[in-house]
């Protein structure tokens, strides 16, 4: 309510416009003052959690103020109008090429791949790609088209289903056996076969942010290649580990550097470490990308070529990805990452000591800290991230782990940038307590609810 001053002779913003509950179904016949229609949105987003207490998302919760002045100043400049902003098309293929040679591609492609809303739009024209070349390779050979499958463990992202239904594919989900978080060849190879259009692997997956068995899977490809005459592309989903793994694992060969590997996705949103809404689909060549999904149009006076899901869309994203790299440099994001994994074990080595949960270890993953409350507790996850929810507003996701491994109810906690070892600690220092209040209830013992202090004690 700060600012809130006179409008109309002596009556208050508050007085004129915040005593009526917001305008839910219907357009208003009238307007408001900007400042009135400012204060009725910010005084309900309020209700909402606070990102920076959300350890529940991988998305970027924080960013420098000189790029969210580039975020600023490049909202209006649509992405799509290429014509009319060569500059910044050029800016988003600079990044495609620079992703391209962080994975180690071969060569020096003018344009392997493509900037995206997100991973999701990365992964659904990634996976039509394969299917295009499937298809003509299979048209070229006389052979059938209709029945097109993708290889996959049930480790990945929903956005995998999704693309099959949407794109009439074929789901071939293997499922994760129990005691195991991850897939590799072994899983894999029984479910593949000519109609195959490639096989995903995951590396940092939602889960658990382990990785797939990449290398066996390329080695799998590899001999199904030279053994069978079966020509399968790998597409890697690394919509987190894209911007990790390169800089906290760099020997670990996860991209390009595997001759299956021909296309990868990445969230620029997640350790690209920009705000909501950009992505990135980078081909190992531009052989990848057949022809036929590559749209010329020139509404807007000159002849332009698109490969997107979507039309119109802000520049501002891609921008600031590009604000980060010449920022950061690969130095920054080697330090970025580090800072995470740094207050990660911190939070792990705190939670180790609480011998009321268990917690999963094994490199390399991503910035995280995966526990499970012991079968042996009277409280389950749920009931531990309710209390910590309750008691200071921490978000922390509880979750049961793919199918075939149900009761596996895991606590996942994300150690981004803003999560400073200070916040660790008080996360830490939370959980001990709530771990002795449930406790206490559980054995019958009145407890005094957690009362949520806010910031700071
Ligand atoms: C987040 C995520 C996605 C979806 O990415 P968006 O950028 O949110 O569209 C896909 N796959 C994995 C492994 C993810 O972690």
């Not at 998302?57 to 580039?70: I, K, L, N, S």
Request: proline residues 6%.
């Amino acid at each position: 309510m700060s600012g809130t001053e006179a409008d109309t002779g002596s009556l208050t913003l508050a007085e004129q416009y915040l005593t009526q509950p917001a305008p839910v179904r219907r357009i208003p016949e009238g307007s408001l003052t900007p400042r009135a229609a400012l204060h009725i949105l910010q005084s309900e987003v309020l209700l909402d959690g606070d990102p920076s207490k959300n350890l529940a998302t991988f998305v970027t919760t924080w960013m420098e103020p000189e790029a969210r002045t580039v975020i600023l100043e490049n909202l209006h400049r649509n992405f799509i109008d290429h014509a009319e902003y060569p500059r910044t098309a050029e800016i988003a293929n600079r990044c495609v090429r620079m992703l391209h040679h962080l994975y180690n591609g071969p060569g020096e492609p003018e344009a392997p791949g493509t900037a995206c809303a997100g991973s999701s739009e990365g992964v659904m024209l990634g996976a039509l790609a394969m299917k295009w070349r499937w298809k003509k390779a299979r048209e070229t050979a006389g052979q059938a088209t209709d029945k097109p499958n993708l290889v996959y463990g049930a480790d990945v992202h929903v956005v995998w289903d999704k693309f099959c239904r949407y794109f009439d594919v074929e789901p071939r989900q293997v499922p994760i056996a129990r005691g195991r978080t991850v897939v590799g060849p072994d899983e894999l190879e029984p479910h593949i076969d000519e109609n195959t259009i490639g096989v995903v692997a995951v590396v940092g997956t939602t889960f658990t942010g382990e990785c797939d068995d990449v290398l066996g899977i390329d080695a799998l490809l590899g001999r199904l290649r030279s053994e069978r005459g079966l020509d399968i592309p790998m597409h890697v989903d690394a919509a987190s580990g894209g911007f990790v793994f390169p800089f906290s694992h760099p020997e670990f060969e996860w991209d390009f550097r595997l001759e299956s590997v021909k296309s990868i996705n990445v969230s620029g949103h997640k350790f690209g470490l920009v705000y909501p809404g950009v992505g990135w689909l980078v081909f190992r060549d531009e052989e990848q990308l057949p022809e036929e999904l590559v749209f010329y149009e020139d509404y807007l006076g000159e002849r332009d070529a698109t490969f997107t899901l979507n039309f119109s869309g802000s520049s501002a994203l891609i921008l600031a990805q590009f604000y980060n790299f010449i920022r950061f440099g690969r130095e920054g994001y080697a330090s970025l990452v580090r800072a995470m994994n740094t207050n990660r074990d911190a939070l792990a080595a705190r939670l180790g000591e609480e011998d009321a949960l268990e917690l999963l270890s094994g490199e390399p993953r991503l910035p995280l800290v995966i526990a499970r409350v012991r079968d042996e507790e009277d409280f389950t996850g749920t009931d531990l991230v309710g209390e910590l929810a309750q008691r200071r507003g921490w978000m922390v996701p509880a979750y049961e782990m793919p199918p075939d491994n149900e009761g596996q109810q895991i606590m996942r906690m994300m150690v981004k940038i803003n999560q400073s070892r200070e916040l660790a600690d008080a996360l830490a220092d939370d959980i001990h307590v709530s771990i002795a209040d449930l406790r206490k209830r559980a054995a019958g013992q009145r407890v005094k609810r957690p009362v949520h202090r806010g910031h700071g004690y």
